[in-house]
Nanobody, 118 residues
């Protein structure tokens, strides 16, 4: 199994930037895709961005052009650079890891709060 620990959340004004980090430990060799999900108050958890082991990225529409996901396989870490933040970006951001084996359930971090004030 893999343990995921996020850091980097906080309070920022609209238009500002934050960089989230997620460190993975354990059986990291088994990770195929890592990414970030967001859960806003009263809403379901939704995809923000993902990156595969080979560096292929995928972004939710509102994140395109503002957020950049990156991955350091040597450090078993994934990052989310968030620029031009908007109040609607507010929520708890969860790090996510999906494995090469489809029979193993994905892993989630404990979440980090991002609050964007208007």
């Amino acid at each position: 199994q893999v343990q995921l620990v996020e850091s980097g959340g906080g309070l920022v004004e609209a238009g500002g930037s934050l960089r989230l980090s997620c460190a993975a430990s354990g059986s990291t060799f088994s990770i195929a895709t890592m990414g970030w999900y967001r859960q806003a108050p009263g809403k379901q958890r939704e995809l923000v961005a993902t990156i595969t082991n080979w560096g292929n990225t995928n972004y939710e529409d509102s994140a395109k052009g503002r957020f950049i996901i990156s991955r350091d396989n040597a450090k078993n870490a994934v990052y989310l650079q968030m620029n031009s933040l908007k109040p609607e970006d507010t929520g708890v951001y969860y790090c996510y890891a999906r494995y090469f084996s489809a029979t193993v359930a994905p892993s989630w971090g404990q979440g980090t709060q991002v609050t964007v004030s208007s």
